[in-house]
């Protein structure tokens, strides 16, 4: 998993103009096969946190997550991993709103668009539409963000608004929270109500 991790930061050091033998050193040591392909770091608290339920190692399968910092990253990410670069597999997940993003991304990497995941609208509201907004508003309790979550309701701007769209919004509204809610929504899941995107993700791992 350390090893992993150092793969995953080596990525990352060569996609922002770094030096590439690092990446390439630990992708033979590590014998990683498969880079799943993510927007930030709430979508790998998600898929890390599915994984730890499902009990799975990615680790040890070959399979790194990699987080891009946005999805106009994907071109350049595909490209250092994918058929030009290292040459793993590319999978991953993208929002609606960045499909077309991820596939012009994907084409001049010259790999597959199959593999790639689309929410709808994001991962966030994915797992908001699973859970149910009664079972999230439980958990911001439990968490203690439950009175800023009610402050954060009696803003003009949340007037009118429905609940999931409130729920969603209130995500992104501090640094660091869509990431803990990230691995929290997921923990709360029960296993039948995995969002289909993150379902098939998982079962092509």
Do not use: N
């Not at 090893?3 to 990683?32: H, I, N, Y």
């Not at 509201?125 to 800023?148: C, M, Q, S």
């Amino acid at each position: 998993m350390a090893d992993m991790k150092a793969f995953q930061d080596a990525v990352t050091l060569w996609a922002t103009g770094g030096c590439d033998k690092p990446a390439r050193e630990l992708a033979e040591s590590t014998r990683v096969r498969t880079a799943v392909l993510l927007e930030g770091l709430s979508d790998l608290a998600a898929v890390e946190a599915l994984a730890a339920r499902r009990g799975r190692d990615l680790g040890a399968e070959g399979v790194c997550a990699v987080p891009m910092g946005g999805a106009m990253s994907v071109g350049r990410y595909a490209g250092l991993l994918g058929p030009p670069g290292l040459g793993l597999r590319l999978t991953g997940l993208c929002d609606e709103g960045e499909k077309a993003v991820y596939e012009r991304g994907l084409t001049r990497a010259q790999a597959p668009l199959e593999d790639i995941y689309v929410c709808a609208a994001d991962l966030e509201d994915e797992l908001i539409r699973a859970l149910g907004t009664d079972a999230v508003e439980e958990i911001f309790r439990a968490e203690g963000d439950f009175r800023a979550w009610q402050t954060f309701q009696r803003q003009p701007a949340q007037h009118g608004r429905a609940r999931h769209q409130q729920v969603r919004r209130f995500l992104g509204t501090k640094k660091g929270r869509k990431i803990r809610y990230g691995r929290l929504l997921v923990e709360a899941l029960a296993p039948e109500r995995t969002p289909p995107p993150l379902d098939a993700l998982f079962a092509r791992l």
